[in-house]
């Protein structure tokens, strides 16, 4: 190595202790040093460093919580202790039977209790070697979990590397802790998933488990998940190493460490104390930045809870108290059907009005028909109703109620917006009339004209309602036809506005493929599928003229996809609204990719061992690229095993199926066979 790269190594070593350092500040302690144009030359120093220097690129280098190469699938690992559950219940009189056991089995040792907000996300096991994140491992079953070490990298509050702190960390130590999507972040993730046309999620914690059990880094770290640990596992606090006596002490240290510790927290010594947090964190409960579900009482004392030792459920030294259900009962009064703007077809009760914790509710979701047929919910039904946080209220069951019942509930035939027939997708009832539906068109144009559509400046949702309301835009073509005048006329526009917004729609009229593509708000279209289409067809002619197999030899576009994509394109009125858009609008010209050649289709490959000529994460990847499969447990279906040194468990497994087994030489000159430039694959440095 020359003076100049060892330069350069230690300006990225500083580079990544600074931005460690500031992370920490920010996102734990809340507590920023620096602005954020600050944080950002730092961290943009360092992308160029690192950019210029790949062979100095490491995994826990801060650049990679953008997250790394998808996996194929997530592998399973065991805990290193046991992962309980809370023993629980609503209300005090159980809470009172846990204290006096408490009281009967300490006796004069006198109880003090830890008590803390029970989150509402995911358990997660974090283990830390040598001071560095090795893994994070779902609760699982209590014994094994999914590695999701990956997903959990993403997260900004986490420290990577523990910090050095007057309790030394213990050379393995397993944290457990709590991984929960706030409030604002779940907002933002559902409307992002409205607008790209899918499902948004029910609440947040189904939206941190979906987003922590999935393959993709990147998209984790599109999610602004956080974290706030909470304990460690039994077997390290026993240990020499960490010679903690209390709870208190166990805090202080994981927060010394660097780790995200709840600032909400109390001591209490007797049940009413308990009782009183209860009742404050149920006032604050609304306005907490994350979900809640109750509060957790755990004994401070160590000793205490070693005798009082666990069931093979819970441990019996804590006890978590919870929040009644937000449920209410009611009556439905009316069955309606709404129209959203992606054309989803939703069927609403109304609701005799009911008040669930402090809200009133006329109205709640019955999801599509599949839901409504298998609750059986019908007019004049006696239904228990759920408030989930800030989620739209849901029918969750009927109850039995004496005297005739009405009849089935039929979804109509007809869009009751825009009386097109409605198409029947799986569970769900779509108006496939998508660009002229009045219910639709709202939605549409406001997606249309949004920042990662034509970004048309001054078309919101007030103007495009006025638009469609007054019948100047019956479908999207129209809007380039508005003169200033029918601008003008609008509430909240005056002459330079309306000249403005015109001659913005005017200039839209030039623009960029993928803009278009996801402008058109095709179902399961985000912008990275508008990108992706747009450079393998490189005009929306080309794509309209795809068969659904030409579609589906896209990267990343599998055959439910291609058909809907093609399906969409093709709907006649929809057909015609294209046409007329083509006329309209000029895309620039964009350079065509031909399909990677894919010389591994057909391949399972699994990298099982220490390998040493190139990443396990890097060889997967191209693997992927290359149309294989890159899995981390050997099956039947496994067609290929490269072992490195020490490989264990999985080469014996593939040695029982008699799978191929190569050494990464093999695998490096198999792939140099096929005609694959392997420089990728050892970073350019072999
Ligand atoms: S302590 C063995 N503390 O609640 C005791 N758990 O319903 C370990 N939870 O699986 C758990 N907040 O995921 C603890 N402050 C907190 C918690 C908490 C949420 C979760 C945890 C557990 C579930 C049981």
Redesign the pocket.
Known sequence: MTDGTSDVAARIDSLRQQIAYHDHRYHVLDAPEIDDDTYDALMNELRALEGAHPELVRPESPTQRVGGAPLAELETAGHVAP????D?SVGEEAFRQFDARMRRALGDRGVRYSL????????IELVYEGGRLTRAVT?GDGRQGEVVTANVRTIGSLPWRLHRAEVEAPPLLAV?G?VFLPLEAFDDVNERLLADGKAPFANPRNAAAGTIRQLDPSLAASRPLAI?A??LLEADTTGPAAPFTSHGEVLAALRDWGLPV?RDHAWATEAEGVFTYFDELARQRDTLAYEIDGL?A?LDDLAARRLLGSTAH??RW?Y?IKFPPRKEVSQVLRIVVSVGRTGAVTPVALLRPVSIGGVTVSRANLHNREDIERKDIREGDVVRVERAGDVIPQVVERIESPGERGVPFRMPAYCPSCESPLEQRGPFTVCPNAFECPAQLTGRIVHFASRRGLDIDGLGERTASQLVERRLVRQLPDLFELTPGDLEALDGFAALSARNLHQALQEARRTELPRLLYGLGIPEVGAAVAQTLARRFGSLAALRAADPAALEASDGIGSVMAASIHAFLHEPRNAAVLDALERMVETEPIEVVEDAPQPLAGTTVVFTGSLERFTREHAQALVQRLGGKAVGNVSKRTTLVVAGADAGSKLRRARELEIEVVDEEAFVQHLAAIGVDTDELTGGSA
């Open positions: 992962m309980l559950s809370l629980s803390e907000p029970k989150l509402d996300g995911l358990s609760r457990r709590e706030y909470y304990d709840n957790v755990k819970h441990p804590a978590a």
